[in-house]
């Protein structure tokens, strides 16, 4: 019922630039809001971005904001993450998920109900 499709991941180098997109269900484009979390090899799960489907304010973690820019559009039921200036620090799998009003803060991974599969960011120096 409930389905995220991340795509856009690949291999850049540093500087360079990626565009993430995370489709969504039906179900899941009703919910209240869509963030990006990535997660690195032995490394903790960690916020990126997150936005409303009905605001175009955003939240970014201090590591990527003025680098990266998520977004959406409603119409097709699916949320961006534009990542410029690309760091190797970037390199993780990066997901896309969705919470429900009331459900936490948008920085905390637990707050978040469904996950896509990942798609991996590899950024080399």
């Known amino acids: 019922q409930v389905q995220l499709v991340e795509s856009g991941g690949g291999l850049v180098q540093a500087g360079g630039s990626l565009r993430l997109s995370c489709v969504a269900s039906?179900?899941?484009?009703?919910?209240?809001?869509m963030g990006w979390f990535r997660q690195a090899p032995g490394k903790e799960r960690e916020f990126v971005a997150a936005i409303r489907w009905t605001s175009t304010f955003a939240n970014y973690a201090d590591s990527v904001k003025e680098r990266f820019t998520i977004s959406r559009d409603p119409a097709k039921r699916t949320v961006f993450l534009q990542m410029d200036s690309l760091i190797p620090e970037d390199t993780a799998v990066y997901y896309c998920?969705?919470?429900?009003?009331?459900?936490?803060?948008?920085?905390?991974?637990?707050?978040?109900?469904?996950w896509g599969q990942g798609t991996q960011v590899t950024v080399s120096s």
């Open positions: 039906a179900r899941t484009f009703t919910t209240y809001r």
């Open positions: 998920a969705t919470a429900s009003v009331g459900s936490g803060s948008y920085y905390d991974p637990g707050s978040y109900n469904y």
